[in-house]
């Protein structure tokens, strides 16, 4: 038994749309995204033989109906892949996909893995976060929890109240900055590798989605300041500073330096280390602060050896409370170059693998960039780090380095 380095080989995903009867996947299976999303990222990368995937780890947050039954599984043999190829199904709410290709990657590590798929879907339209839960009253009557901890968006308040500075002027402007930096970036046709037409079916008839369906380019902090608070009265958090409601699906492909080496693959990244943590889920918005930590230490690195960010945008306050930890400027290039999910969409288990795509991609331009993180906050407390290696790294310093 052999350990092995691991490497971000390809991944795909869905445009990302609206959730709800209003949304472009309303009449779309939530299998069927994920398994879009898997088949377009086998069929480009062919010199992988289908009888080579090891396993397939695909999350979901609210594991029922189309989006139930062991997704791994069930997407595997429906994207075409062979009965001997395994699967299975993964929960960890937002970090769904991240975890998926954490434990597939840890795999790999081990030396029990040479290709994995790591991936997730989320049909938040069909499928409501927490639709149908039960949660344990002993929660609330024991307090171990507070009994608005479940609604991420009086947690995303929270962080308003305890950080005075984390004002709603500064949130505002970061939502703004994300919705033009990703109609830049589509200007500029940044997503194209990444994205996977869809078919679209409609009482409208048969359509085509090509595009992430909540974008705001006109965004203006006049439009954003008298936006409702739907949290609290007179609170901070808005739609507008805030991630929507969304349908989506991603896929990855991880894979082992061996397989690298004998089916000739291109590695696009190499994953450093990991980390997850835990805090009070009524903050639940701090939690990549110590999963971060927790993933440099790992590492031996600072956090000034990271030279770029993919940060979820669940909130804009709970990024700008991650940026004031480490002291990094809430515009500072290095984070979230082509936006993020607050005009993207977060379909929470999907977008874990979201970002690595951005990253990859992010590295291929920035050479001078030797390290990258992707992190995200977590319902019910936790937080979510992956710190990744860029294979394109010409030796030189990056912008951050040093400060």
Not at 139 to 144: K, L, P, R, T
Not at 161 to 190: C, I, N, W
Not at 295 to 320: C, P
Request: aromatic content about 6%.
């Amino acid at each position: 038994m052999t350990g092995s380095e691991v490497y971000y080989i390809d991944g795909a995903r869905t445009p990302f749309g609206r959730a709800g009867e209003k949304g472009m996947y309303w009449q779309t299976r939530a299998d069927d995204l994920v398994v879009k999303a898997m088949r377009a990222l086998i069929e480009r990368n062919p010199e992988i033989p289908t009888d080579r995937y090891d396993d397939v780890a695909i999350a979901a947050t609210t594991q029922q109906g189309d989006q139930g039954l062991t997704l791994g599984r069930t997407s595997a043999l429906l994207a075409g892949l062979p009965n001997s190829v395994p699967g299975l199904a993964i929960d960890r709410m937002c970090a769904g996909a991240m975890t998926a290709a954490s434990l597939m990657g840890g795999a790999i590590g081990f030396g029990q893995y040479d290709v994995a798929i790591a991936g997730g879907v989320e049909h938040m339209g069909r499928h409501p976060m927490g639709l149908d839960a039960d949660p344990n009253p002993r929660f609330v009557s024991e307090g171990i929890v507070e009994a608005d901890a479940l609604n991420m968006g009086k947690t995303a308040e929270r962080l308003h109240d305890r950080f005075p500075e984390l004002t709603k002027e500064r949130a505002d402007h970061f939502a703004m900055r994300s919705q033009q930096k990703v109609a830049a970036a589509y200007g500029a046709r940044k997503f194209e590798r990444d994205l996977v037409p869809v078919a679209l079916e409609s009482t409208n008839g048969w359509g085509l989605a090509t595009r992430d369906e909540h974008l705001r380019p006109d965004t203006t902090m006049e439009g954003l300041r008298d936006l409702k608070t739907p949290f609290r009265p007179h609170g901070k958090v808005t739609a507008g500073n805030a991630s929507p409601l969304t349908d989506g699906a991603t896929a990855s492909i991880l894979a082992s330096k061996q397989a690298v080496k004998k089916l000739g693959l291109k590695p696009r990244m190499r994953l450093v280390s990991f980390g997850f943590a835990g805090v009070q889920p009524e903050v639940m918005g701090l939690g990549p602060i110590p999963s971060t930590e927790r993933a440099l230490e790992r590492a031996g690195l600072k956090i000034d050896d990271i030279g770029l960010f993919e940060l979820n945008e669940a909130f804009a306050v709970q990024v700008l409370s991650f940026l004031d930890h480490f002291g990094i400027a809430d515009d500072d290039p290095s984070v979230n170059p082509y936006g993020g999910a607050i005009a993207m969409g977060h379909p929470l288990a999907a977008s874990g693998v979201r970002l690595m795509m951005q990253l990859a991609n992010q590295f291929e331009e920035h050479p001078e960039v030797r390290y990258g993180v992707t992190a995200m906050c977590v319902g019910l407390g936790q937080g979510g780090t992956m710190i990744w290696e860029n294979p394109n790294w010409n030796r030189k310093k990056h912008a951050r380095a040093g400060k």
